[in-house]
């Protein structure tokens, strides 16, 4: 480029900026500044709004890939429920296999498939019954031989278990102390359980494990009930009573064993 017109391209520049502002300075001008002023802007507004658009437009996912995408979700909401179960159950099933490790029980492993509606009646349904060996009678425990209930009648496939926190279910038990205190749990309507027919001359203490006393025939001996919590003395009483709390219960198990014995066996 040569020097003459470098030369005139900066006075031309300088010319039209001058230009520009004695145009927005003058006062004759000044009621057409504004308008002047949106209508050369107005391209660029109106540039900017269609970029957005076409940016939003560009950046949407088609409904069939919203469609797909809730699909995939879903999916996976799906599959990670169903390990999460497989994992409690797992979880539990380890708990059974080390009680029948430790002390060669045989077990009918079970799933928990109903539970009672009424708060008065603590009972469950699971399926297994009279033709997997399962008995009325028959105790049946969660984990490493927590005992829950009873199995109070059968059909061929299913059993109704009666929850150890069910005033109508009664269990031989026994006290792991030094004198191995006898008597039998009942249920309290579904708020707890009570040791009875424990003697004045017994010592009971809060914390001491109950389990079940063998008395039962068709419950063995040595499936953990629960703790004492507390213990209720009446002098004038030939028994005392202790209130027990479960350590494990049904509530939040879904695989459950019924225990058969020897004895049930041999019939």
């Known amino acids: 480029m040569t020097s003459r017109r470098r030369t005139f391209l900066i006075l031309t520049a300088a010319g039209l900026l001058a ?8 006062p004759v001008f000044g009621p057409a500044r504004g308008a002047l002023s949106r209508l ?4 660029g ?3 900017s709004a269609t970029g957005a658009r076409i940016a939003a437009i560009w950046t949407r996912p088609a409904p069939e890939e919203l469609t797909a995408v809730r699909t995939e979700r879903d999916a996976l909401v799906v599959e990670n429920a ?10 539990e099933l380890r708990g059974i ?4 490790e430790r002390t060669r029980q045989r077990l009918e492993p079970a799933r928990i498939i109903g539970r009672s509606g009424d708060l008065a009646i603590q009972a469950v349904m699971i399926d297994r019954g009279s033709d997997d060996g399962v008995a009325p009678g028959m105790a049946v425990i969660v984990g490493d031989g927590f005992y829950i209930g009873t199995v109070r009648k059968t059909a061929p496939r299913t059993a109704v278990v009666l929850l150890a926190l069910d005033g109508r279910n009664r269990t031989a038990a026994a006290i792991q102390n030094g004198a191995r205190t006898v008597g039998y749990v009942e249920g309290g309507r579904g708020l707890g359980m009570a040791l009875r027919l ?25 499936l953990i009930i629960g703790r ?13 009573t202790a ?15 019924v225990v058969i014995p020897d004895a049930v066996l041999e019939l």
């Open 243 to 257: 209130v027990v709390s479960q350590i494990v219960s049904a509530e939040r198990n879904a695989t459950v064993a």
């Open 82 to 91: 169903r390990l999460r179960i497989q994992a409690q159950e797992a979880e």
């Open 45 to 47: 507004d109106a540039l």
């Open 198 to 222: 424990i003697p004045q001359d017994e010592k009971v203490e809060t914390g001491q494990l109950v389990v079940t006393s063998g008395l039962d025939p068709a419950v063995p001996r040595g």
């Open 228 to 240: 004492v919590e507390r213990v209720s003395r009446e002098p004038q009483e030939p028994f005392q």
């Open 19 to 26: 230009g520009g502002a004695l145009f927005v300075a003058l």
């Open 97 to 100: 296999l080390s009680y029948r």
């Open 40 to 43: 050369a802007l107005a391209p």
